[in-house]
């Protein structure tokens, strides 16, 4: 073979294996698990918009609204606290969630939400969060931003009118929080100790930062039924 030839023909190899490359990574850019250009991490968003008290659907923003889970020993419960927090340069609510381990409390987060008032669309604007040791001794806060610090961005917790395939994430703060879901559907029927629930959203959950997933259910006017092991048992309104 000339040297020409023998030039034409790496060159020819060069190109057909930079081309399956860059087909693989194509492939793998479309695949939820890998979290590129397939969920939308940023939101057109006027924040005038943006109130700490209303509800849509599957998520409640009214203090005093509270919702308790079990998994056997293990509880967690979600308070709509009667506190505000200006993150962002947005007013939220605090919602505290409260999970305890064999009746010891484990972790408490105080999350912050906005509505808009408009869409309807929940907006996540970060959480502070305490982890306890079986001493009651607080160990840690990991998990913890908040948007606008260190380069984080709120995210959208829970659409006004979810449609199949939505795929957005939750919390955008790189290397701390990156949650993300999908709607998997609209129609979900959802038996819990609380009730039997009908057509209930469901989503698929994962993560930017590591792999696999995890479903959740919420009800309609009720809001988040089952999440991981835990499922509804108790849900208390606020008083008139």
Request: hydrophobic share 35%.
């Amino acid at each position: 073979m000339s040297l020409t030839r023998l030039v034409l023909a790496v060159a020819a190899t060069l190109l057909a294996v930079a081309f399956v490359a860059a087909a693989v990574s194509a492939k793998e850019e479309g695949k939820p698990e890998a979290g590129k250009g397939t969920f939308r991490d940023t939101f057109a968003v006027d924040k005038a918009n943006l109130v700490d008290t209303g509800k849509n659907t599957y998520f409640i923003l009214q203090p005093g609204y509270r919702l308790i889970y079990e998994d056997g020993k293990d509880t967690l419960t979600i308070t709509v606290l009667d506190e505000t927090k200006t993150v962002d340069g947005v007013k939220t609510r605090v919602v505290e969630e409260r999970e305890t381990k064999n009746g010891r409390l484990e972790e408490v987060s105080r999350n912050y939400f906005a509505i808009d008032k408009v869409a309807g669309d929940v907006y996540y604007f970060g959480e502070d969060v305490d982890m306890y040791d079986k001493s009651g001794k607080v160990t840690g806060h990991g998990g913890s931003w908040l948007a606008g610090v260190n380069g984080a961005r709120f995210g959208l917790m829970m659409p006004g009118a979810p449609k199949v395939g939505d795929k957005y994430y939750q919390e955008v703060a790189p290397g701390t929080a990156l949650d993300r879901a999908e709607v998997v559907s609209v129609t979900e029927n959802f038996k819990a100790p609380a009730g039997e629930f009908k057509n209930c959203l469901r989503t698929r959950e994962s993560s930017g930062l590591e792999s696999g997933s995890e479903d959740k259910w919420y009800a309609p006017d009720v809001g988040l039924v089952k999440d991981a092991d835990f499922v509804l048992t108790k849900v208390e309104k606020p008083k008139p």
